[in-house]
Every structure is written in C-alpha cells, then in structure tokens.
C-alpha cells in the first residue's frame, strides 16, 4: 500500500531539504526523495550545491588559496617556507571528505526530523484521492501520497550546442571540480560566476587559464566600477580573460582540445588547451519527473512555471530553487524552500527579492545586494554615491590585503540604502550588514551611526556610508 505524507519533496538540494525540515518543524509528516548517488551506490542528499557546487568549490578555493599564500604571500609576513609542494590528490580528497561530511550531516538532519528519506528518482503518477501519487524508482522503490508536493529538482549544466561534456577534456562544473593532473593549458569558456571561481582554483594550482566570454563587458551583472576593478586584479593574477568573443570552432581529441573563436574586433583566433571547462549558465531540471503525466506546466525558458509564491498550476503542487525563475542560488532555495513550508502551514512565508545577496568567491571576493549604479541610472533614480577603499582601512593593511572598496548608493532624497557593492576581502561576509540594512529599509546614516569594532573590515562599510555624506573619517 502507498504510503502517505502531508508533503512530499522531490530533490535534496537546499530548496528541497531545507523545505522538508521546515514543515516537519511545523508539525507535517514529510518525505524527501533525491537520486543523487556517491561513487560507491549510496544516498548523496544536498544537490548541486553540496555533491558538485558550493561546498566542493568552495573547499577548492579554500586549498588553492592557502597554496598560492604558501608560495606567493607569506614571504611579506616575514615567514620563509621553502619546498613548497602540491599534492592535488590530497587536495582534491579533502574536498571529497568535506563533501561526504555535508551529505552525512543531512541524513542525520532527515533522521533528527523524523523525515522519511527515499534514495531514487521521484516522479509524478496521478491525481489520486487525498493528493498526488508520487513513485520512486531506484534503491527504495516505492508509491508514496502525498497532500503536497514540493519539486525541487535544481538544474544542470547548459551545453555549448554540440559540445557534449565528457567531463575528462569538455568539463562541466563537475569534471572541473576533481580535474586529477593540474592541466598546463585550461580553457574556460563562460567569466561567470563558475568560469571565475573555478578558472581562479586552476591558475593557483599552476595551470594557464584562458576565459572567453561572449559578452563585451567583463562582469556585465555587477556594478561596473566593481567589474572594472576585479577586471585589473584577476588580470594582475595571471588569468587572461577576453570579452565579446564568439566561439566558431571546437574541437576534440585525446590531446585536448582545440577552439577557433572571433574577438571583439573580429579577429580570428586559434587557442588550444588540455582541457575546457564550459560554464555559460545552467539549465532547469525537468528531466525523469513526468510532470507532462499531470500537466505541471513549464514557462517559455523551460522552468517549472509558478508564481510569486512558488504555486505551479497544479493545485498543492510547489516548486522552489533553480528549477523555476529567479537567481540560482542555494539561499534563494533555501528562502523560497522555508517559505513554502510555512505557506503549506497556512503561515506567511515570504522571500524578498530585492535583498538576495550575490558573492562571488574569488580573491578579492566579489558581493553586492539590491542595484548597482547601471540599474539605478535605467531606473531613473536619483542617488547619492559613497566609497571607501580597502586601502585606507587598518585591518586590510594588517591582513596585507589592500584591494578593493566598498560602494553604498542611498537614494538622493530619503538617504535610503539602495545597493551596496563590495570587492575586497571577506566581501561575502560583509554583504551580511548590507542586507540586513536593506531588509529594514535602512538610510545610509543608519550604517554611519553603528558603532563597529576596531579595527575591522566592517569599518570600511561604515566608512563607506560616511562617504555617502561626504565626511569619511579615514579617507
Ligand atoms: P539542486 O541543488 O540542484 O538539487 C536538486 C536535487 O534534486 C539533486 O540532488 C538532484 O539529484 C535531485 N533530483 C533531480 N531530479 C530528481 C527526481 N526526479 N527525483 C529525485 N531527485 C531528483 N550557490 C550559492 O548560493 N553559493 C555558491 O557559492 C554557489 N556555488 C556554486 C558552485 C558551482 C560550481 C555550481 C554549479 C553552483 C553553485 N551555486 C552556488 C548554485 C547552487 O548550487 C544552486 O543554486 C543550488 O544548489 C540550487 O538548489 P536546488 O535545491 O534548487 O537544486
Ligand atoms: P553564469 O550565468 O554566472 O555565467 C555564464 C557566462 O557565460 C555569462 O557571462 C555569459 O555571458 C557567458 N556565455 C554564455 N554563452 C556563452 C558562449 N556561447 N560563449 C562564451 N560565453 C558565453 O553561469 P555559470 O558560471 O555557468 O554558473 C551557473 C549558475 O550557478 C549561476 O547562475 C550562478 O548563480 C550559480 N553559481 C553561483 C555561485 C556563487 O554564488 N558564488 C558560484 C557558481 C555558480
């Protein structure tokens, strides 16, 4: 016999498990299926962002950055260190234990909720009395009921047409995340947020990384005083990065691979690598859910179509993270994930849009909350501007990292915070500040009076709203 829930989720990624935990903290009997597998069959809860994603990368980062402070930078503290060496499958085996840690924790999470978790692909059977039929297919096979339904099946990587990822030479956030040689040439093609991250992992670690983007500005979504700045500094690192090219040619063989692509004055060129990595956005995951069974409804791009509440078209049917419109980001998952829950309750969940936070985790990390001088001036706001460099903050020339600022637009009339834009170290933690601002509808002045501790970087935001009034202390 089917066994029934209050809400089923499908998808253990952070809008499919925070989900889960949410409603069953409300009181709901919840079940969560994922059929995401480890290497050796067993269950890999946590999606995109734990088994390929956030965490791995992150981890990444983490460890290639200590290799380049190791070689580079601790000389400046005064510290000799000679002999300095990598060994990759160590690095790349911590991060698979950082991995494993972050899926072991999640099943302890399920466990610790009394949620029943079910290892396999879920997908819809049929409208039945009291909900939806829902069947896993894989390790526990099973027909579950559900009152409700969450889908929160993530998304995958977009493909350059033609172009499959065999994820050893044409990789995917996936292959670039466990690439096992450090490769002398890299090719990524994509300066988002992956081709950035991870093309900063592969050049600490030795390899001469080339990015071609399509666009012909750098960092088109970040304020472009921020995008020109991070421009100098990755340059400055080694990485070569070129704007507003169009991929002709690429091909494949047990060498590597070999591009033809025209820049931005329409030069052709000729660029071969030992491997590529394609990061040019990620698409929807619809696949394996049979939602065409009960007409769950997609929009024009592919997503699960819903509205401002994540409602689809099916009643008591949701859907929340990358699988349906908005940033793809593991905390508007996890927001949008909560909120469901909360609604499915009969609560008021809610997700502000306006203050997602974006980070982008490289050296000098890269955040910024709400819209940046290019929105505004389209917006026809009036603004007012204010700046404080890295540069004149004690605690960044202790750290020995000096690059960057952080830029505050408050409206020209109210003194509202409107955007805050940072680069400069520790950037993702300090964008924290920003959107709590924001989420209160703070004024610039609201920062300025805070008392922050000395000396921190957070001085720098403080700073920065000063200089929304012309009167920096520092600067
Ligand atoms: P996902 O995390 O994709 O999870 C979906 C889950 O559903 C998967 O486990 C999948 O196996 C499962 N699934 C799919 N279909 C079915 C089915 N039919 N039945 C059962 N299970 C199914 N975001 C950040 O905010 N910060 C970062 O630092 C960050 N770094 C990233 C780095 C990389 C390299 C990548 C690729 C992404 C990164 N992201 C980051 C984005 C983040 O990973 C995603 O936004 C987030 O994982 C989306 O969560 P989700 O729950 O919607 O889906
Ligand atoms: P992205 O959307 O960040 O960047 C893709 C880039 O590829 C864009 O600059 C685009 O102009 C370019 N592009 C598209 N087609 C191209 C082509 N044919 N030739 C050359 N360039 C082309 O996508 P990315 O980096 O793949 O990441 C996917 C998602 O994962 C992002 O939406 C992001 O939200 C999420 N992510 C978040 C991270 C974070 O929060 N720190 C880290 C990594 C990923």
Not at 274 to 303: H, M, T, W, Y
Not at 376 to 403: E, I
Request: glycine share 10%.
């Amino acid at each position: 016999m089917a066994k029934q829930f209050d809400l089923v989720v499908i998808g253990a990624g952070p809008g499919g498990y925070i989900a889960a935990i949410r409603a069953a903290q409300l009181g709901m009997t919840v079940a969560c299926v994922d059929a995401a597998s480890t290497a050796d069959g067993k269950p890999a809860p946590g999606g995109t962002c734990t088994n390929v994603g956030c965490i791995p990368s992150k981890a990444l980062l983490q460890s290639s950055e200590h290799y380049e402070q190791a070689k580079e930078h601790f000389e400046d503290h005064g510290i000799e260190v000679k002999g300095v060496s990598l060994k990759l499958d160590k690095l790349l085996a911590r991060k698979n234990t950082v991995v494993k840690q972050n899926n072991d924790g999640i099943l302890y999470l399920f466990k610790k909720n009394k949620i029943s978790f079910f290892h396999g692909t879920g997908a819809f059977s049929s409208k039945v009395d009291g909900g939806w039929s829902i069947k896993v297919e894989g390790k526990d096979e099973e027909e579950l009921v559900a009152k409700h339904v969450v889908v929160a099946t993530g998304s995958t990587p977009r493909q350059l047409p033609g172009l499959e990822f065999d994820e050893t030479t044409v990789l995917s956030n996936d292959g670039a995340l466990s690439i096992p040689s450090v490769p002398k040439k890299l090719g990524v093609i994509g300066a988002g947020v992956i081709g950035l991250e991870l093309g900063s992992v592969w050049r600490r670690l030795g390899a001469e990384v080339t990015v071609l983007e399509a666009m012909p500005d750098f960092l088109a979504v970040a304020d472009q005083q921020v995008a020109k700045e991070a421009l100098k500094a990755f340059t400055k690192q080694g990485l070569k990065i070129e704007t507003g090219v169009k991929i002709d040619e690429v091909k494949t063989s047990s060498k590597g691979v070999s591009l033809e692509y025209t820049d931005a004055k329409g030069e052709e060129h000729k660029l071969s690598v030992d491997k590529l990595i394609v990061s040019i956005g990620r698409v929807p995951n619809v696949q394996g859910l049979n939602g065409e069974a009960v007409g769950l409804k997609l929009d024009e791009r592919g997503f699960i179509a819903v509205d401002d509440e994540c409602r689809t078209n099916l009643p008591n049917v949701w859907a929340v993270g990358d699988v349906v419109r908005g940033p793809m980001l593991a905390h508007k998952a996890e927001s949008e994930g909560v909120a469901v829950a909360e609604r499915i309750a009969g609560q008021y969940g809610d997700v502000n849009f306006d203050t997602i936070p974006s980070v982008i985790y490289t050296s000098p990390e890269i955040a910024w909350v709400g819209r940046n001088e290019q929105q505004l001036k389209k917006d026809g706001v009036a603004y007012k501007a204010g700046s404080f460099p890295f540069m004149a903050n004690g605690r960044a020339r202790a750290l020995g990292d000096t690059t960057g600022f952080v830029k505050i637009l408050a409206d020209a009339k109210t003194d509202e915070v409107l955007g805050v834009h940072i680069i400069g170290p520790t950037a993702s933690e300090l964008i924290a500040e920003a959107v709590t601002i924001m989420e209160f509808r703070g004024a610039a002045e609201d920062i300025a009076r805070i008392c922050h501790a000395h000396p921190t970087l957070s001085e720098a935001v403080k700073e920065a709203a000063l200089a929304v009034d012309k009167r920096t202390l520092n600067f």
